[in-house]
């Protein structure tokens, strides 16, 4: 007859760790939400260190040119600007919401 013994992972507290965590929530829903939040505010950063990343890391024949640069940074920008506007508007409006 062959024993298999249980043995914990490096894995498993942490999973048993977030399914205690989430399970003590009144709604999954608000943590999609707040996620979601984290990521409208995170995502102008990563957008922008790409950027910069590309004007600076890259070789000169392999940076972007002409218009192509211009469309590219431009749009990079309104997509900046749509995300950060976003985020602090969720965050101003969960504020109001639970200041009454």
């Known amino acids: 007859m062959v024993t298999i013994l249980a043995v ?3 894995y498993d507290f942490p999973i048993k760790w977030k399914r205690a965590w989430l399970s003590s929530l009144t709604s999954v ?3 999609t939400v707040d996620v979601e939040v ?8 990563v957008l922008g260190f790409l950027l910069a990343l590309e004007h600076t890391a890259l070789p000169k024949e392999f940076r972007m040119r002409g218009l192509y640069r ?3 940074s ?3 920008l309104v997509v900046i600007a749509f995300g950060l506007y ?4 969720v965050v101003r409006q ?3 919401t639970t200041a009454h």
């Open 29 to 31: 829903t608000s943590v």
């Open 74 to 76: 431009g749009l990079t």
């Open 38 to 45: 984290m990521n409208a505010l995170l995502f102008p950063l």
């Open 70 to 72: 211009i469309l590219a």
């Open 8 to 10: 914990s992972t490096n």
């Open 86 to 89: 976003m985020g602090y508007d």
């Open 94 to 96: 969960a504020l109001s």
